[in-house]
T-cell receptor, first 111, second 109 residues
């Protein structure tokens, strides 16, 4: 079955450490996205990529980095520069006509 | 700049009709999508309007007025399973997808 896989589902990080969240899709979509969601809030765009080897900053890119070396993969690194990284992170890919498919998310907690 | 406004919460009873409004200011606007998210889950796509007018998909309909930078999602014959958060999401040039703060819909028996 086609879809988007995010791993891990839960992630704990010590303060001062970088951590990388995985996002893989087999839908053959060109565009991919990373969003952050805090409790009871909307989705805020971190980074997005229209095509391999290209990506753009979203609204809250500070403290995050991404790469897009393969069409299928769009990993997100949460760096130690991110002051408040505890959140629910969602990855998505775009089919077209306004329709994005989301992974099941990664809950990151700083301990 | 860019902005998105939608109500934070709506409460209604089963069988009722709910309208969730969305106003946006989006550079390079292409169209407006709507998504549903149940607590703890991932958002799922409901509808997309690229042109002015009403799009109907079963119990849900979505409307867009490009001249007013306004759209709405209409939920009819509300069911308990419709209790969720609903997000409007403008699509801009370069496939940029942004989301509003979401409207939490609570359906009561």
């Amino acid at each position: 079955d086609g879809g988007i896989t995010q791993s891990p589902k839960y992630l704990f990080r010590k303060e001062g450490q970088n951590v990388t969240l995985s996002c893989e899709q087999n839908l053959n979509h060109d565009a991919m996205y990373w969003y952050r969601q805090d409790p009871g809030q909307g989705l805020r765009l971190i980074y997005y990529s229209q095509i391999v080897n290209d990506f753009q900053k979203g609204d809250i890119a500070e403290g995050y980095s991404v790469s897009r070396e393969k069409k299928e993969s769009f990993p997100l690194t949460v760096t130690s520069a991110q002051k408040n990284p505890t959140a629910f992170y969602l990855c998505a890919s775009y089919r077209g006509m306004g329709e994005a498919f989301f992974g099941q998310g990664t809950r990151l907690t700083v301990v | 700049g860019q902005s998105l406004e939608q109500p934070s919460e709506v409460t209604a009873v089963e069988g009722a009709i709910v309208q969730i409004n969305c106003t946006y200011q989006t550079s390079g606007f292409y169209g407006l999508s709507w998504y549903q998210q149940h607590d703890g889950g991932a958002p799922t796509f409901l509808s997309y309007n690229a042109l002015d007018g009403l799009e109907e998909t079963g119990r849900f309909s979505s409307f867009l007025s490009r001249s007013d930078s306004y759209g709405y999602l209409l939920l009819q014959e509300l069911q308990m399973k419709d209790s969720a958060s609903y997000f409007c999401a403008p699509k801009a040039a370069g496939n940029k997808l942004t989301f509003g703060g979401g409207t939490r819909v609570l359906v009561k028996p």
